[in-house]
T-cell receptor, first 113, second 114 residues
């Protein structure tokens, strides 16, 4: 089954404790991105990657890191989480940008205390 | 740069009534327009999209949207609401360039009254 998977689905952590949210897709997509969803703000892009070893900042990259060492994986790293990073996070993949359909993972709900 | 505005953060309709979710966009070049749906505790999935050609686009679950360039709108409609349509709906825009990223609206939560 074609899908985007994320782990964990739910995470509670404390300020400053490094964490990683994994994202994997099995559709051989070149383009992957991370979004955060906050009430009233819709989805805002954090980082994106056009291909392996190619990443770039989205609209809200502060406090986040990403890497793209393999085509299928695109982990999101919070080196020192803060309460304002409490949010619902989505990974998405597609064949490209522009008119391409994005396929979303199920989401990771993060609470930073 | 492109942008998208969804009018109404929450829309409530009766089962069987018309669903109308409004979306207006701004783009300096011909846009690509999307509607995504998010069911509770799930990720977003594509409902329909407009790229080129016919301006009336049909999607899944009986939804359709019409691209109106003169009004810079891409409103989503469904003739008869069903309880299973309760979800959050996001309008999105990107530009006709392979390098253009997608911009999402703030979302509209659709509730269906029995």
């Amino acid at each position: 089954e074609a899908q985007v998977t994320q782990n964990p689905r739910y995470l509670i952590t404390v300020t400053g404790k490094k964490l990683t949210v994994t994202c994997s897709q099995n559709m051989n997509h070149e383009y992957m991105s991370w979004y955060r969803q906050d009430p009233g703000l819709g989805l805002r892009q954090i980082y994106y990657s056009m291909n392996v070893e190619v990443t770039d900042k989205g609209d809200v990259p502060e406090g986040y890191k990403v890497s793209r060492k393999e085509k299928r994986n695109f982990p999101l790293i919070l080196e020192s989480p803060s309460p304002n990073q409490t949010s619902l996070y989505f990974c998405a993949s597609s064949f490209g940008q522009g008119e391409e359909t994005q396929y979303f993972g199920p989401g990771t709900r993060l609470l930073v205390l | 740069a492109q942008s998208v505005t969804q009018l109404g953060s929450h829309v409530s309709v009766s089962e069987g009534a018309l669903v109308l979710l409004r979306c207006n966009y701004s783009s300096s070049v011909p846009p690509y327009l999307f509607w995504y749906v998010q069911y509770p505790n799930q990720g977003l999935q594509l409902l329909l999209k407009y790229t080129t050609g016919a301006t009336l686009v049909k999607g899944i679950n009986g939804f359709e949207a019409e691209f109106k360039k003169s009004e810079t709108s891409f409103h989503l409609t469904k003739p008869s609401a069903h309880m299973s349509d309760a979800a959050e709906y996001f309008c999105a825009v990107s530009e006709s360039s392979s390098a253009s990223k997608i911009i999402f609206g703030s979302g509209t939560r659709l509730s269906i009254r029995p």
